[in-house]
């Protein structure tokens, strides 16, 4: 039985379907998404949504939809779906779905009458295109395929309505057309791989709704000019191609072109191998440079989710080649920030006070899964010169304290991960000593000491050591209090109680200024206190402010976005920490809750994990469709425990 398989009673069932979505993307950042029914839900969905550099550096949506009509004897089944105005849904395509299929390649199936069609589609990798193969598998008269085009022509951020400037001209290709609605924009591509005849027919789709931009408070609905449409008599048993994209390509080469691509693909019959797929789909290239998103599909490159994720998205799937591609990128940005220059590459929020830290965890996860020599070899400098720059006070937002602390404003801009802002300030105004900061910084003196000293500079590694040492001790007298467990931030006299997750990261790191008892009070009191089966929560319910619904407008998310949901990436330093307290005795508790993001590759983004889930039962996922921390942390997790079964 097919791992990602969902039958005709759930694909129907717009309750069920609507909410399921698919994405395929290509290292360029350009996507395909929309939901398993092919309804658009969201602004951001569209079959062919591709940057579009000399406009902005946003994604664009150039072809959102492709409706498609069976037609026999005079009579017309059209298999789109649209949404609209009062709930209204049309032509209501999605009933005469039997099956959808997504193991290999997205696979939907169609039954009009005694007509099975079998569409199918795959993302070019290495060009915007996108290629959609129908197979007519049984069908007992003539029967002929009717395609209609809906183009935006529109950034990912807006929307399209019904104007004047938008061209309407266009231009016939082999066995197609290309058209282009505004300036600026590249052509769109449109072609079969059989002859077929174009009817130019341009109109209007007005109202179209996208009901998850409603539920987040934004504006909802768009118009879509269609073209015309193409139409083609397809044979029991015969194939056709449909292709888009931004190039013309020779109608012959369409179906061998689907079967390389399709053949190219990993198919997504195993937890491993969808995590697997959705790691590759973080992954950006951009001429010489290599990023990696923190999201989609509206994320963008954000320093510290790439350091974070990095090791998950490649060493945990044993692609050292594509980490080293990114860290040549990650150290360029880096050594431009900390010799105060612009940073120069798309990578975002370089300047927070916690970034240069992960990355020096990042490097450490690349020393244990090669080894600590060629870690050195290819990273030393870099980590004595990270270490020199917070040491030298050099940061604008990192102060190292006599006490061996690092010290972080918060107040006025958020500075860690949980970074939201309401109302033009910090939700959660973290400040002065933060908790996990202060760890990266125990850990990353303690590993760059053990680095420097196996290259034979053991005069930086004893001052590193003894740095660690103070740091160690202030860290047990500023952070731990007499329940047990770990403040969140201190400034000065004001110490926050609130029970939050940032203090597993004291018990998960390597090296850890806490003793072993230490460590398993915090843990106890996260098992106990922030624990669900889809990450840790932002805060503990016990704890004033606890808000674990992510809905509503956008002021109301950004007060609930850290303030007790739960987010998937914790748990991989969470079950980290577990193991290290547990070792062998606790693989079978990981395992266990490993189970409850397996249950994920069904829903939300197939084969992916969302971004957030609410902190209460039903534990309902939330924002972004597919966060690429979350995936790495769970990959690298499950490669933890390989070597703990070996």
Known sequence: MSYLRFDKTLMV???????????RTNKSGAYHCTTIVDCNTRKYHGLLVIPVPNLDDENHVLLSSLDETVIQHGAEFNLGLHKYQGNNFSPNGHKYIREFDCEHIPATTYRVGGVILRKENVFVHHENRILIRYTLVDAHSATTLRFRPFLAFRSVREYTHENAQASRDYQLVENGIKT????????LYMQLNKKNEFHYQPDWYRGIEYPKEQERGYDFNEDLYVPGYFEVDIKKGESIVFSAGISEISPRKLKQAFEAEAADRTPRDSFYHCLKN????FHNKQGEEHYV?????WFKCRARDLFISLPGLTLAVDEQDEFEDVMNTAEKAIRNFIEDKPVGYKIYEMEHPDVLLWAVWTLQQYAKDTSRE?????YGKLLEDIMRYIRDRKHDNLFLHENGLLYANGKEKAVTWMNSTANGHPVI?????????????YNALRFVSDIVRE???DILADELDTQAEITGKSFVEVFRNEYGYLFDYVDGYMMDWSVRPNMIFAVAFDYSPLDRTQKKQVLDIVTKELLTPKGLRTLSPKSGGYNPNYVGPQTQRDYAYHQGTAWPWLMGFYMEAYLRIYKMSGISFVER???GFEDEMTSHCIGSLPELFDGNPPFKGRGAISFAMNVAEILRILKLLSKYNL
């Open 13 to 23: 069932n717009l309750q069920e379907s609507l909410p399921r979505e698919i994405l």
């Open 180 to 187: 282009c609605m505004y300036p600026g924009y590249p052509e």
């Open 278 to 281: 959705s790691a590759h789909q």
């Open 293 to 297: 998103l923190a999201g989609y599909p």
């Open 374 to 378: 060629q870690c050195r070899l290819k």
């Open 429 to 441: 105004p973290r400040t002065g000593y933060i908790v996990e900061v202060n760890a990266l910084w």
């Open 455 to 457: 290259g034979g500079n």
């Open 593 to 595: 809750y490993l189970i």
